[in-house]
């Protein structure tokens, strides 16, 4: 799961600065078929749950200590 969100979040980021430059992940192409908001939130919930698999990944990785 923890990989999953980082690739997710990478994307997300990574997305994000590419638009500024005119430019997107070929895997990420469609992204802004339904218009520029629908793209913007696409980004958003990238990020957002690509950290939030990250963090939970990343705690059930800890082994918990009595």
Same mark, same amino acid.
Do not use: C, H
């Given at each position: 799961? !923890?990989?999953?969100?980082?690739y +997710?979040?990478?994307?997300g980021v990574g997305?994000?600065? %590419?638009?500024?430059?005119n430019?997107?992940?070929?895997? +990420? ?5 339904w ?12 990020i +957002? %749950?690509?950290?939030? %698999? ?7 990785? !800890?082994?918990?200590?009595?």
């Open positions: 799961m !923890k990989n999953i969100g980082g +997710l979040f990478f994307f997305s994000v600065i %590419l638009y500024f430059l430019m997107e992940f070929v895997i +990420l192409s469609w992204i802004d078929n218009g520029y908001t629908v793209g913007w939130v696409i980004r958003a919930a990238m +957002l %749950l690509g950290a939030a %698999l990250w963090l939970i990944g990343n705690k059930q990785e !800890k082994p918990e200590e009595s």
